[in-house]
């Protein structure tokens, strides 16, 4: 059968070289000039508008030298009085008749040989000019539509590059026009593998105030070098490397980091996110030294358990980590060397210090007899701009007015954690580092098989139900709760799906601690910001948003890589760390005190205040009745509930 086939092809062949209807190549006999002059004219059609522009032009002028030298050998033109004769005038007749329809009913009607040439030439001429006229406007449509498709390279300098696309890109946005209100002409280029029209339409939606700086979005995709390169990420301040929402979201980000670092180990600072912790080590090796990579996973995990612990501690950590408010910065030529620690704490008016560093290393509430020296000063203020010509305090603290309360020593808690993802057993580890001996916590959830890790502090229940349902809450949810979490299915649903179950368990939480009178915080992680919102409608005071915390960070370490390590230990069982504790250990109870007394009473303490929590603050300008950083002359009326934010190793 193969033998037949192979057969009938030869005889195939055969007949067709006999019949000279085969393809007829380069090398046949009488066609050599002909293919050249086809593969020339192929090339030079291939280079697009400007070829097409110049073969149009040549057409028009043989055309009219042709006409023109007909007319003037067999002088075809009536002579006139006042018209010129030669080739040169015939020339320029022939080229306005090839151009302009109208030139012909200017012609002497008495030659009929005359108008038919000038006829023909006209008709010829249009034909040339419709031609030329269609090629330019598809020229200037394409160009058109390369421009809208976002494929020119950005000639920025110093701007910030974010790379990839995510629902985080908003918040990201909006923060980095905040950080650049003191910059002058600020740009943002965005490049990602979508449409760039739909970039910019959804950018104006979502953040229609840009304060000044200038969004430039770019089609490509950040894996490849040549696309990267229309970024002029090079010359960037900072570059944002977003997880993006795929199946492999962390393959995606360490390819993109080979991209980046493709020209050796110069180049900008750049913040990636990273969605698995086993993927951290493999991105660390190529990011090199100027990465720093973001564990999504854990970061939001810490979070949930920082501000769980105690009331109040969201609306702290939200406005140190965005820009609407007060942020940290560092200020180093400060001219506080010849004091101490605790005597820096009451150097400024609008100003918190906070830490110093020192060899790079950030030391938060270090100890108060620490001579300040040349080190670095790590504040918490509104704004860089002007720091170091921040307005000395002159408010001295009323030492009769601290508090002598002794804390006491923490006890065993009881808390409920409502449901389940993959960073529950990452907050199972952190709660069980602050938790006292004997504490236990009970675990209700709708989906998944929840792994409890080994724990030392903690004693762990674990009861699968619906978590959505009344009767199952209040039996969990009863009054003497230390704390409640409630965690989103991400998982298991849809971020809507998800944050929707997350507002109802909400809602019935709340209105079952309102029935038991309980002041119990709830802490709640949802996955759209969008959702946040409806949330604090339903009167939730701490709500941790996944998307929106992580891209303040990866904002704030764009801006300044140095935050880092302070963040770190802000987050970290290490160090000092944020705590909102009765305001009568500091100062006395039922006074009025100014803050910078309040200042020295938590110095006396070992400690750094960082802000104060009331109740009547509540609808002020605090949030949840919290304010950060206020001036050292503004008083407080202390009152039992009150509290006081402070930096402390314990």
């Known amino acids: 059968m193969a033998r037949t086939g192979q057969q009938m092809r030869m005889r195939t062949a055969k007949a067709m070289a006999r019949d000279g209807s085969g393809p007829r190549t380069a090398t046949t006999a009488g066609s050599r000039l002909g293919d050249k002059l086809r593969y020339r004219f192929?090339?030079?059609?291939?280079?697009?508008?400007?070829?097409?522009?110049?073969?149009?032009?040549?057409?028009?002028?043989?055309?009219?030298?042709?006409?023109?030298?007909?007319?003037?050998?067999?002088?075809?033109?009536?002579?006139?009085?006042?018209?010129?004769?030669?080739?040169?005038?015939?020339?320029?007749?022939?080229?306005?008749?090839?151009?302009?329809?109208?030139?012909?009913?200017?012609?002497?009607?008495?030659?009929?040989?005359?108008?038919?040439?000038?006829?023909?030439?006209?008709?010829?001429?249009?034909?040339?000019?419709?031609?030329?006229?269609?090629?330019?406007?598809?020229?200037?449509?394409?160009?058109?539509?390369?421009?809208?498709?976002?494929?020119?390279?950005?000639?920025?300098?110093?701007?910030?590059?974010?790379?990839?696309?995510?629902?985080?890109?908003?918040?990201?946005?909006?923060?980095?026009?905040?950080?650049?209100?003191?910059?002058?002409?600020?740009?943002?280029?965005?490049?990602?593998?979508?449409?760039?029209?739909?970039?910019?339409?959804?950018?104006?939606?979502?953040?229609?105030?840009?304060?000044?700086?200038?969004?430039?979005?770019?089609?490509?995709?950040?894996?490849?070098?040549?696309?990267?390169?229309?970024?002029?990420?090079?010359?960037?301040?900072?570059?944002?490397?977003?997880?993006?929402?795929?199946?492999?979201?962390?393959?995606?980000?360490?390819?993109?980091?080979?991209?980046?670092?493709?020209?050796?180990?110069?180049?900008?600072?750049?913040?990636?996110?990273?969605?698995?912790?086993?993927?951290?080590?493999?991105?660390?090796?190529?990011?090199?030294?100027?990465?720093?990579?973001?564990?999504?996973?854990?970061?939001?995990?810490?979070?949930?358990?920082?501000?769980?612990?105690?009331?109040?501690?969201?609306?702290?950590?939200?406005?140190?980590?965005?820009?609407?408010?007060?942020?940290?910065?560092?200020?180093?030529?400060?001219?506080?060397?010849?004091?101490?620690?605790?005597?820096?704490?009451?150097?400024?008016?609008?100003?918190?210090?906070?830490?110093?560093?020192?060899?790079?290393?950030?030391?938060?509430?270090?100890?108060?007899?620490?001579?300040?020296?040349?080190?670095?000063?790590?504040?918490?203020?509104?704004?860089?701009?002007?720091?170091?010509?921040?307005?000395?305090?002159?408010?001295?603290?009323?030492?009769?007015?601290?508090?002598?309360?002794?804390?006491?020593?923490e006890s065993a808690t009881d808390a409920v954690l409502i449901g389940w993802n993959e960073r529950a057993p990452i907050i199972l580890r952190e709660l069980d580092h602050y938790a006292a001996p004997g504490s236990s916590l009970t675990v209700v959830t709708s989906f998944g098989t929840p792994s409890v890790p080994n724990l030392d502090n903690l004693a762990v229940t674990v009861v699968a139900a619906s978590t959505t349902d009344r009767r199952t809450l209040e039996s969990y949810v009863v009054a003497g709760l230390d704390q409640v979490i409630v965690l989103c299915y991400s998982d298991h649903l849809g971020v809507q799906a998800a944050d929707a179950r997350t507002l109802v368990t909400l809602l019935h939480v709340r209105d079952i601690l309102g029935r038991l009178d309980s002041a119990t915080p709830v802490v709640s992680e949802m996955m759209d910001d969008r959702n946040r919102v409806l949330a604090q409608v339903a009167h939730i005071d701490d709500v941790v948003v996944s998307g929106e915390i992580v891209s303040l960070l990866v904002t704030q370490l764009s801006e300044d890589r140095r935050l880092e390590a302070v963040f770190g230990q802000l987050l970290g069982n290490d160090g000092s760390e944020i705590y909102l504790r009765p305001a009568e250990w500091y100062v006395q109870s039922g006074r009025e005190v100014s803050y910078a007394t309040v200042v020295a009473g938590a110095a006396a303490r070992g400690e750094t205040a960082l802000g104060y929590k009331s109740g009547t603050l509540a609808g002020d300008d605090a949030g949840f009745g919290v304010v950060v950083n206020p001036a050292k002359s503004r008083t407080f009326d202390v009152q039992p509930g009150d509290r006081v934010v402070v930096l402390a190793d314990s």
């Open 42 to 409: 192929d090339n030079s059609m291939s280079r697009g508008t400007p070829a097409l522009i110049a073969w149009l032009s040549a057409a028009t002028l043989v055309l009219i030298v042709l006409f023109s030298l007909f007319v003037t050998l067999l002088d075809l033109r009536p002579d006139a009085e006042g018209v010129p004769d030669g080739f040169l005038h015939e020339l320029f007749y022939s080229l306005l008749h090839a151009l302009d329809p109208g030139t012909i009913g200017g012609d002497d009607p008495s030659s009929w040989r005359f108008v038919l040439t000038m006829l023909a030439l006209t008709v010829a001429g249009l034909f040339i000019v419709s031609a030329l006229i269609g090629v330019i406007a598809s020229g200037i449509d394409t160009k058109l539509a390369d421009l809208r498709r976002g494929r020119s390279i950005v000639l920025e300098r110093d701007h910030t590059v974010i790379l990839g696309w995510s629902d985080s890109i908003y918040t990201i946005i909006r923060e980095l026009t905040l950080a650049n209100e003191s910059r002058h002409k600020p740009v943002i280029v965005i490049l990602a593998d979508r449409d760039k029209v739909e970039m910019e339409d959804e950018v104006k939606v979502k953040v229609p105030e840009l304060r000044g700086t200038r969004v430039i979005c770019r089609s490509g995709s950040p894996m490849d070098i040549d696309d990267l390169a229309l970024s002029s990420h090079m010359s960037a301040r900072s570059v944002i490397l977003l997880a993006p929402e795929s199946e492999d979201p962390d393959s995606e980000v360490i390819k993109t980091l080979l991209a980046l670092t493709h020209g050796g180990e110069a180049g900008p600072n750049i913040v990636a996110e990273i969605r698995n912790p086993t993927n951290l080590e493999a991105a660390r090796l190529v990011g090199a030294d100027r990465t720093v990579l973001l564990d999504i996973r854990e970061t939001v995990a810490k979070l949930v358990v920082q501000t769980s612990r105690q009331s109040g501690a969201a609306a702290v950590y939200t406005e140190l980590f965005d820009y609407d408010g007060d942020e940290i910065y560092f200020l180093e030529r400060h001219g506080l060397g010849a004091l101490t620690y605790a005597d820096a704490l009451l150097a400024f008016e609008k100003a918190s210090v906070i830490g110093l560093i020192e060899d790079g290393v950030p030391t938060l509430n270090p100890a108060g007899d620490t001579v300040v020296g040349n080190r670095t000063l790590v504040v918490v203020a509104e704004d860089d701009a002007g720091l170091e010509q921040e307005t000395r305090a002159e408010t001295l603290p009323d030492l009769d007015g601290l508090g002598t309360v002794v804390g006491a020593e």
